[in-house]
């Protein structure tokens, strides 16, 4: 939405949602200038925990290559859990409220998916959710250091399913050899899909990673994961989902990994 009359730009629901909730807003990390709607100010807003506001463009250094305190935006030091992909916060504001001991970051790309989980996580009071408007393998590897994070998710990505767009899938070598750099020795990688096709993809390049040992390996959903509206759909349609849970080996040094930094 941008005013085109010379005036102040209307607030858009995202605007009011962030001003309303706690997020760590970065807006975009490749470039935040890009487009016309970028230039807004939502988009280059950082709002940390106690509800400071600053506005104007990203610093370069963070949109380019840096790294985040985050004990700092949480106000505490405890185990991070990042999701890429969170969606509409359906899956991730449940699991946050049952894990009140970790910290949780989500990545999602859609402003009205941000601002939908923001106003999720503000009605049962959960306070340890962060949520980045920003591609998530982009995020991880710029905003986290090696060996920092606890646990990634990341259920139902988008599969892609047309072969000329494989390219785009999360889930590729070199995107698991990102998440796993930034696995602590012991943390979990746990992802779903209900497509069959992405399924066989997810477990092939998992068990190719040689840093990882499954856990569980295209197994039916586990009952603590919460149910979505979008799983529920593709349950119907008789799609069950397969989950998959790898944790990455104690004695993994990943002393060759490519995102070392």
């Known amino acids: ?19 309303k909730k706690d997020a760590v807003y970065f807006g975009g990390l490749r470039d935040a200038a890009t487009t016309a709607s970028q230039t807004l100010d939502q988009l280059n807003i950082l709002k940390d925990i106690s509800g400071r506001v600053q506005t104007g463009k990203i610093p370069e250094a963070m949109a380019l290559a840096s790294r985040v305190d985050w004990p700092a935006v949480f106000g505490r030091r405890a185990p991070l859990i990042v999701e890429v992909g969170s969606g509409r916060g359906e899956a991730l504001v449940a ?7 970790a910290d949780v970051v989500a990545f999602e790309v859609f402003q009205p998916s941000v601002a939908s989980t923001l106003s999720r996580a503000a009605r049962p009071g959960v306070g340890n959710v962060r949520v980045v408007l920003a591609d998530g393998a982009e995020g991880l590897e710029r905003l986290f250091a090696l060996a920092s994070v606890a646990e990634v998710w990341t259920f ?16 590729s070598d070199p995107n698991v050899e990102l998440m796993v750099s930034r696995l602590r020795p012991g943390g979990t990688l746990h992802a779903a899909t209900d497509v069959a096709e992405y399924a066989l993809v997810i477990s092939d390049v998992l068990d190719a990673q040689p840093a990882l040992e499954p ?9 603590w994961r919460p149910w979505t ?18 944790a990455r080996r104690p004695d993994s040094t990943m002393a060759t990994h490519p995102f070392r930094r």
């Open 215 to 223: 856990i569980v390996r295209g197994s039916p959903r586990p009952p």
């Open 1 to 19: 939405q941008v005013n085109v009359s010379g005036g102040a730009p209307a607030p858009t629901q995202f605007q009011k949602e962030l001003d």
């Open 156 to 171: 139902f990505p988008d599969p892609w399913p047309k072969a000329r767009h494989h390219k785009r899938r999360l889930f």
């Open 229 to 246: 509206k979008y799983e529920r759909a593709g349950l119907a349609a008789g799609r069950p989902a397969s989950d998959f849970i790898y």
């Open 95 to 101: 699991l946050a409220a049952a894990r009140p001991e």
